[in-house]
Nanobody, 111 residues
């Protein structure tokens, strides 16, 4: 069974930066995506970025601002978020594969 724990959320001013961290435990395979999703109030959950061996995918709205990085030895995945905008405010979730989710971490960007 896989367990995910996120950390690193918080309150930041527009233009600022935050780094989110997700630690995975259990049977983690390098060829299975570790992903970051987010859900803003009243909106559907959406993919932000995901990574597996040899493949990295970003949502169009975060390209050139966010960077996902994965430590395969430690089974962790980070999301470096720069040039944050108020519309980036959401609960950010880590996901392993298609169905294992963390508890989420709140990111709030003030204008």
């Amino acid at each position: 069974q896989v367990h995910l724990v996120e950390s690193g959320g918080g309150l930041v001013q527009a233009g600022g930066s935050l780094r989110l961290h997700c630690a995975a435990s259990g049977n983690i395979y390098d060829d299975v995506y570790l992903s970051w999703y987010r859900q803003a109030p009243g909106k559907q959950r959406e993919m932000v970025a995901e990574v597996q061996i040899g493949m990295t995918v970003y949502a169009e709205f975060v390209k050139d601002r966010f960077t996902i990085s994965r430590d395969y030895a430690e089974s962790t995945v980070d999301l470096e978020m720069n040039s944050l905008k108020p519309e980036d405010t959401a609960v950010y979730y880590c996901r392993y594969g298609a169905s294992t989710w963390g508890q989420g971490t709140q990111v709030t960007v003030s204008s």
